[in-house]
């Protein structure tokens, strides 16, 4: 399916979803022998509803930028005379020592903001997995998390086949985390009560 074709499917759905959806609930609670329960189903569509088109729209914007953005930067890199010269370089070659600058500077403020995100959610993450599963309550966070960003630099460091074979074993670990968050999904939330400590992926594990 092409990108047009999607964007057109999405908007066709979405345009249901907002005006002919509210008619086809206010009908089915209407003529349902327990209003409260078809309202309730309802309901559980629209938020299903509220948490898809987000993510929809998301989607629809982001690949276009990130696909054309990557492009031109592509053939920025590629237009070289030198295949070993970096940005930075190539940003001097191109437009001379002062407006090369810039373009580094710039360059580098895209994804400056994102390491003190990165380190901050990796940090979070193992804190958590030290104090709820494995009880060492008395990791200051200061230490770990400069061990953990210094860990995450040694290997943007490291070579090329590092970087690589870390990227790779990573990838596993991710597929069973997205396996074990669809279980729970999907087996986790048959029998929830707001009134009751629901253990989640625990509960559903046992049954």
Same mark, same amino acid.
């Given at each position: ?7 057109? %499917?999405?908007?066709? %759905? ?6 002919? &959806?509210?008619?086809?609930? &206010?009908? *089915? ?9 078809? +309202? ?12 898809? &088109? ?38 001097? +070659? @191109?437009?001379?020592?002062? @407006?090369? %600058? ?6 580098? $403020? ?19 997995? *030290? +104090?709820?599963? $494995? ?7 200061? $230490? *770990? ?15 090329? @086949?590092?970087? $690589? &074979? ?19 999904? *999907? ?13 989640? %992926? ?6």
């Amino acid at each position: 399916m092409s990108d047009g074709a999607a964007i057109g %499917l999405a908007v066709v %759905l979405l345009a249901i979803n907002a005006f002919i &959806w509210p008619v086809v609930a &206010w009908l *089915l609670a209407r003529r349902a022998a327990a209003p409260l329960a078809a +309202e309730h189903r309802n309901l559980i569509v629209d938020a299903g509803a509220g948490g898809f &088109w987000p993510l929809v729209i998301g989607t629809l914007l982001v690949f276009p930028m990130t696909f054309l953005a990557h492009r031109a930067l592509a053939r920025f890199v590629v237009s070289g005379d030198d295949p070993e010269t970096d940005i930075t370089e190539l940003s001097r +070659e @191109k437009f001379g020592e002062g @407006k090369g %600058l810039l373009v580094t500077a710039l360059y580098a $403020l895209c994804f400056l903001p994102i390491l003190p995100i990165y380190g901050v959610a990796v940090t979070n993450s193992v804190s958590s997995l *030290l +104090e709820n599963q $494995l009880g060492w309550t008395g990791v200051p966070r200061w $230490l *770990l998390s400069l061990v953990l960003v210094g860990l995450l630099m040694s290997v943007v460091v490291a070579s090329q @086949k590092v970087m $690589l &074979w870390v990227a790779q074993v990573v990838v596993y670990p991710l597929i069973v985390m997205l396996a074990m968050a669809v279980f729970a999904m *999907l087996f986790g939330t048959r029998r929830t009560s707001a009134a009751e400590h629901n253990r989640g %992926l625990v509960l559903a594990a046992r049954r």
